[in-house]
T-cell receptor
Framework: DAMVIQNPRYQVTQFGKPVTLSCSQT?????MYWYQQKSSQAPKLLFH???????NEADTPDNFQSRRPNTSFCFLDIRSPGLGDAAMYLC????????????????FGPGTRLTVL | DAKTTQPTSMDCAEGRAANLPCNHS???????VYWYRQIHSQGPQYIIH???NNETNEMASLIITEDRKSSTLILPHATLRDTAVYYC???????????FGAGTTVTVRA
């Protein structure tokens, strides 16, 4: 089945130690998103890629970076994780066409739960 | 994006219909109403969306009032697996972002 895959499902890192979370998709969607969801809160968009174009949300800290080497893969890099970065990180994809009405729904992966010690 | 207001929580009996209300009184003409749900420890799952007309799919029905200021998501026969947080989101057709609110925690009881 076509899907959004996130690895690992659980990640433990140390305070200040860089960590990378990965996301892959078999949907061939042109847009990939990264959301952060802290405990008991709603998901919050960090950034997204529209094809190769990176779009950062205004309030996303510089500590968070992303790479999209090809259509199928997208990575979230946290350069120096702090205790406040412990959260579930959700990857999502969608297909957006040329016409504004040509917008598909977002499909989410299962998430990676990050623990910072 | 228009803000949405949903009840914090609601209970539903298994096998009965669950009616989830959402207020979006400041919605504009080209904003869609989307519903997602998130089962514990899983990613959000798309349920349904609509602009003006009522919509139905295999998961649920969406009823939008004529003035579009509110809507209701209907789960026709709730099961225990429908226990989740349900998010009502309004979104421009050319807006990439899904702006999640607090949602409604729905608990289906046997």
């Amino acid at each position: 089945d076509a899907m959004v895959i996130q690895n690992p499902r659980y990640q433990v890192t140390q305070f200040g130690k860089p960590v990378t979370l990965s996301c892959s998709q078999t949907l061939n969607h042109n847009v990939m998103y990264w959301y952060q969801q802290k405990s008991s809160q709603a998901p919050k968009l960090l950034f997204h890629y529209y094809d190769k174009d990176f779009n950062n949300e205004a309030d996303t800290p510089d500590n968070f970076q992303s790479r999209r080497p090809n259509t199928s893969f997208c990575f979230l890099d946290i350069r120096s994780p702090g205790l406040g970065d412990a959260a579930m990180y959700l990857c999502a994809t969608s297909r957006i066409g040329i016409r504004t009405a040509d917008q598909d729904t977002q499909y989410f992966g299962p998430g990676t739960r990050l623990t910072v010690l | 994006d228009a803000k949405t207001t949903q009840p914090t929580s609601m209970d539903c009996a298994e096998g009965r219909a669950a009616n989830l209300p959402c207020n979006h009184s400041t919605i504009s003409g080209n904003e869609y109403v989307y519903w997602y749900r998130q089962i514990h420890s899983q990613g959000p799952q798309y349920i349904i969306h609509g602009l003006k007309n009522n919509e139905t799919n295999e998961m649920a029905s969406l009823i939008i009032t004529e003035d579009r200021k509110s809507s209701t998501l209907i789960l026709p026969h709730a099961t225990l697996r429908d226990t989740a947080v349900y998010y009502c989101i309004v979104r421009y057709d050319n807006d990439y972002k899904l702006s999640f609110g607090a949602g409604t925690t729905v608990t289906v009881r046997a």
